[in-house]
């Protein structure tokens, strides 16, 4: 026999290409389908069959050409070792390469061919072949073929590759199968396993898929590090979801691991920061029964969350029981908890006092202290303090930030001096610093109290040319000024620019803009927007529907009141109890209606 190259081989020939008679076969696709095709039924199956013929008269550089002819083609250059080139003359490395090319170049198997792969294909050369393929679908739909088709019984290494690929490639939810079918072959996934694919899933952000597994465990079958599962709770807890983290924790848990003072914390700030600081208190004196103990953050969590529900005397006492522990002191983030949460009740002599005490303990305020107090002083209108405490932060050596200067100009504009707020803004442009969404807001605001409305609009404009991303809230009150002005036209221009900024409009615009037309007269256009904002879900609420209501009864358009009450009523479920005696009626309402 002679040497053959892999051109030289022969295949099927079409119905068209040569005079033999033609016969159909039933053929399989690697997906499991049958299906009828045109074969000769001997071309495919001879083609494998070639190379598992005397393999050994092949001449190794031949093999060795076309092995490193293939590197170059995957983009690499290496040389091959003589342990590498023995391989590629194998039978083992012909007939996985035959395989991976019948998979990327047909799209049935005939029932032969299907035969012949039954009886050579083995767990090890299967895992060849899904790494030759390398590409994580076709590997998946290979690993399904052979197990339903050709009954093959793959090994662990296999559906490890297989797992890791499909996490890699963001395909979570198709790994399912994988462990489906190592439950099938006799397999459990070992640690290492699992660790990597809860790693992928928090990563990728697909919680849901990480819990899915664990939960189909049984107790002992398998172990996690607490690190990893202390890793998929603080995922939930970023995602807003510590109800599922303390879920996972009662129900899983203690199975798979055990709990350390790490894990604790991280309930302790989801519950905290979801206001459910009583449970929070929970867990905290349910740690010593796990052999835990709280550390310094256990304790600012807690007092964080305590002054956040405005229980700001008991984070405070919390505070003072921190002080006499031996193991940690308080340090700047406790202090700071406390001082912030008697900023926001403007308490400021306490604020003022736990600042004191602070510096007489000799830490070191941060800038977040000072940018808490300064907002504070500005909520209750001393900016002497405001602009003292400004003057402390540069001796300690912080430069005012943007958060400094925006609690500075709403001081200002709170006080009454819109003006000082407005040169408070180009200093701080002079200092590189760009506005935020929040300074925007202050000083739109204030400008439309004084109703400087055309002033307002000029700062609307400037987020045409800015990366921000605007909020409703800083239109808001331009539209409303507008209208309650008469101009509903520029109010709709300036609906229009904050559509293109991609900021969606919400119930409290929708509102004045329906006010806004009813206002003058435009009941058709008020109930046009009342649509828009039903078509895109934004659901209004009792004030939205009453005021359309009552402009509509008395601008005597009685009939399309009543469809705006039924559908209010039933497909938004809203309680209309003033709308439901009858239409039309009189009503007393302060929204006056253009003549």
């Known amino acids: 026999m002679k040497n053959t190259e892999l051109n030289d081989i022969p295949i099927s020939k079409s119905k068209e290409s040569n005079g033999y008679p033609q016969r159909r076969s039933n053929s399989i696709d690697f997906c499991g389908h049958k299906s009828e095709a045109a074969a000769n039924g001997v071309g495919l199956p001879m083609t494998l069959l070639f190379f598992t013929v005397?393999?050994?008269?092949?001449?190794?550089?031949?093999?060795?050409?076309?092995?490193?002819?293939?590197?170059?083609?995957?983009?690499?250059?290496?040389?091959?070792?003589?342990?590498?080139?023995?391989?590629?003359?194998?039978?083992?490395?012909?007939f996985v390469k035959v395989v991976c090319t019948l998979l990327f170049r047909s799209s049935y198997l005939s029932d032969t061919c299907a035969r012949y792969l039954c009886e050579k294909l083995s767990p090890l050369n299967s895992l060849e072949v899904i790494k030759r393929l390398d590409n994580p679908k076709l590997g998946l739909k290979f690993l399904e073929f052979s197990r339903v088709n050709l009954s093959l019984n793959h090994s662990f290494k296999t559906y490890n590759l297989v797992m890791r690929s499909l996490c890699e490639m963001g395909l979570h939810d198709s790994v399912q199968v994988v462990f489906d079918y190592m439950r099938s072959d006799g397999h459990l996934p070992n640690s290492p396993m699992i660790e990597f694919f809860v790693s992928s899933?928090?990563?990728?952000?697909?919680?849901?898929?990480?819990?899915?597994?664990?939960?189909?465990?049984?107790?002992?079958?398998?172990?996690?590090?607490?690190?990893m599962y202390n890793s998929l709770l603080n995922a939930l807890v970023k995602q807003n979801n510590a109800d599922e983290a303390v879920y996972m924790f009662k129900e899983y848990f203690r199975l798979y691991s055990q709990p350390d003072t790490w894990?604790?914390?991280?309930?302790?700030?989801?519950?905290?920061?979801?206001?459910?600081?009583?449970?929070?208190?929970?867990?905290?004196?349910?740690?010593?029964?796990?052999?835990?103990?709280?550390?310094?953050?256990?304790?600012?969590?807690?007092?964080?969350?305590?002054?956040?529900?405005?229980?700001?005397?008991?984070?405070?006492e919390l505070l003072?029981?921190?002080?006499?522990?031996?193991?940690?002191?308080?340090?700047?983030?406790?202090?700071?908890?406390?001082?912030?949460?008697?900023?926001?009740?403007?308490?400021?002599?306490?604020?003022?006092?736990?600042?004191?005490?602070?510096?007489?303990?000799?830490?070191?305020?941060?800038?977040?202290?000072?940018?808490?107090?300064?907002?504070?002083?500005?909520?209750?209108?001393?900016?002497?303090?405001?602009?003292?405490?400004?003057?402390?932060?540069?001796?300690?050596?912080?430069?005012?930030?943007?958060?400094?200067?925006?609690?500075?100009?709403?001081?200002?504009?709170?006080?009454?001096?819109?003006?000082?707020?407005?040169?408070?803004?180009?200093?701080?442009?002079?200092?590189?610093?760009?506005?935020?969404?929040?300074?925007?807001?202050?000083?739109?605001?204030?400008?439309?109290?004084?109703?400087?409305?055309?002033?307002?609009?000029?700062f609307l404009k400037q987020l045409k040319w800015n990366d921000l991303v605007p909020k409703p809230f800083m239109y808001n009150p331009v539209i409303d000024g507008f209208c309650k002005a008469g101009n509903v036209d520029e109010a709709n221009v300036i609906v229009a620019e904050m559509e293109e900024k991609r900021c969606k409009p919400d119930k409290v615009t929708f509102t004045i803009l329906i006010i806004g037309h009813c206002m003058k007269g435009r009941m058709v256009e008020a109930i046009s927007v009342f649509n828009k904002m039903l078509t895109i879900g934004c659901a209004p609420d009792d004030i939205t529907v009453n005021s359309l209501i009552s402009c509509l009864l008395k601008g005597g358009m009685p009939n399309e009141a009543f469809r705006i009450m039924q559908r209010a009523s039933e497909d938004l479920n809203l309680q209309l109890p003033s709308w439901k005696k009858a239409v039309p009626l009189r009503t007393n309402t302060d929204i006056p209606v253009a003549a």
């Not at 008269?57 to 040389?79: C, D, E, K, Y």
């Not at 465990?217 to 590090?225: H, R, W």
Request: charged content about 20%; some cysteine; proline content about 3%.
């Open 201 to 227: 899933c928090i990563r990728a952000g697909k919680c849901d898929a990480a819990k899915g597994l664990l939960s189909q465990f049984q107790p002992g079958e398998v172990t996690m590090s607490t690190f």
């Open 54 to 94: 005397r393999p050994s008269r092949v001449r190794a550089s031949t093999i060795a050409a076309i092995a490193h002819f293939h590197g170059l083609a995957n983009g690499g250059s290496r040389p091959f070792d003589e342990k590498e080139v023995n391989y590629r003359c194998s039978n083992e490395f012909w």
């Open 263 to 316: 894990t604790f914390n991280i309930l302790i700030r989801g519950l905290c920061r979801i206001g459910e600081v009583k449970k929070a208190f929970e867990f905290f004196y349910d740690m010593g029964s796990f052999g835990c103990s709280p550390d310094i953050v256990t304790y600012n969590t807690l007092i964080s969350g305590l002054c956040r529900v405005n229980e700001v005397a008991r984070g405070h």
């Open 320 to 458: 003072k029981e921190v002080k006499f522990k031996s193991e940690f002191s308080p340090d700047v983030v406790t202090y700071t908890s406390v001082i912030s949460g008697y900023c926001k009740l403007g308490k400021m002599d306490k604020a003022t006092s736990i600042y004191n005490e602070m510096n007489s303990c000799g830490i070191k305020p941060s800038a977040v202290t000072f940018n808490v107090l300064i907002d504070g002083f500005g909520k209750v209108g001393n900016m002497v303090s405001a602009e003292y405490m400004r003057e402390r932060m540069v001796s300690f050596g912080y430069l005012p930030d943007v958060v400094t200067f925006s609690s500075l100009i709403d001081g200002y504009c709170r006080n009454g001096q819109l003006n000082q707020g407005l040169k408070l803004c180009d200093e701080m442009k002079g200092k590189n610093l760009s506005p935020n969404v929040y300074t925007f807001a202050i000083l739109i605001n204030a400008l439309c109290k004084e109703n400087r409305l055309n002033d307002a609009r000029q």
